[in-house]
Structures are given as C-alpha cells and as structure tokens.
C-alpha cells in the first residue's frame, strides 16, 4: 500500500504557543522530554516541522529529537482522524479474526496503520490487548466499541461515521 500523508498546516497561534514552551523550558536538563509532550498536546502529533522547531529552540540536534520521539509509543509522528478506529491485535481477537478486519479498514479507507485520511477524518491503530477478550474480535472508534465482528461488518460500521 502506497504511503499517504497528511500536509502539516500549523498555524501561527500553534507555533507562538510551542515556542513560549520552548522557552519555559530552555536551559533545563532534559528538557526535550517535556517540550514534546506539550508540543504534541499543541499540534495533536510530532511533524518534523515541529520537531526542528523544538530542536532549534533547546539546541538539540534534529536527530536527538528524532530518537526520543520514535522511542517513546507516546509520541506520535502522525496526526490522529476525528474519528480514531483501531482494531486489537491481541491473541484472542487475532485468533477470531482482527487481521481481516484491520484489512477491509485499510481497504476501505485507503490508508495504512499509523496514518490519517488526507481530511483528517479517519486514522487506524493497531493495538495490542484492550482487555475485552470475551468480546473479540474487537475493534473500536474513539470511545465506541465493537466487539464479536467480522470483516463484513466493517462497512457499515465505518458508515456510521
């Protein structure tokens, strides 16, 4: 599957805001760490724009900043869909059969796992354990949960949103 990706498009407000963080921050030991929380609290994710903006500021190198954000499963280099949908991968769903249904999202979608669609309504996740094994396979949408699905009902469920 060919990668997508979404068009950065922070705005002056965003930028004004992590800089001032930035500056709270400066001169600090490990400082990074926080910055990039407060970053992606501001941007919703860690586009390399950003990333050299923080790396500029603090005086790190871009590929430090780099490092701790493909680390830490917290940060994320892309941005999340209004609607987040996100299927276990956990033993139990995948025995009952997630994977089909991860599939027929991508399929439906046009995006992979880790993206977002071009209008930023949709992104996948694929996630391990959500604790819901009774129900698997299952998937969910933001905080709605769908469980003892197939691929089949993948559709209509997507349609919903």
Known sequence: MEKKGVAFNGTKEQEKKLRAVIEQHKGQAGAAIPVLHEAQEIYGYLPIEVQEIIAEGLGISLADIYGIVT???????????????????????????????????????GIGVGECTEDRKFSIEA???????GLAPVMTINDDVYGRITADDVPGIIAKY
């Open 71 to 109: 680390f830490y499963a917290r940060f994320t280099l892309n941005p999340k869909g209004d609607y987040n949908l996100a299927v276990c991968l956990g033993t139990a769903c995948y025995v009952k059969g997630s994977g089909d249904i991860i599939n027929k999202a991508q399929e439906i979608l």
């Open 127 to 133: 996630t391990r354990c959500i604790g819901a094994c």
